[in-house]
């Protein structure tokens, strides 16, 4: 089992910035992929962000450029460092990990983006 607890969420002016963070725990040693996911009222979740265990990245378009993913060294944090936030980027975001046949999912951080 592997657990995941999302911070960082709030309200923030649109322009602003905020940094999201996922703590995981547990059996993260088989761990593929980490990332994460929004899902904004009415509309389906949808990949924002993921890094692979071996480093790599991948982006949806509507945030490339302004969103960054990291991770801990001892990958057991991934980061999201979200700048020039639009009030389009409204939604819950949650925390993703994955390995062969298996998900888990944080309860998600509502990020809300004023106009």
């Known amino acids: 089992q592997v657990q995941l607890v999302e911070s960082g969420g709030g309200l923030v002016q649109a322009g602003g910035s905020l940094r999201l963070s996922c703590a995981a725990s547990?059996?993260?040693?088989?761990?593929?992929?980490m990332g994460w996911y929004r899902q904004a009222p009415g509309k389906q979740r949808e990949l924002v962000a993921a890094i692979t265990s071996g480093g790599s990245t991948n982006y949806a378009d509507s945030v490339k450029g302004r969103f960054t993913i990291s991770r801990d060294n001892a990958k057991t944090t991934v980061y999201l460092q979200m700048n020039s936030l639009k009030p389009e980027d409204t939604a819950v975001y949650f925390c993703?990990?994955?390995?062969?046949?298996?998900?888990?999912w944080g309860k998600g951080t509502l990020v809300t983006v004023s106009s």
């Open positions: 547990g059996s993260i040693f088989s761990i593929n992929v």
């Open positions: 993703n990990a994955a390995r062969v046949a298996m998900n888990y």
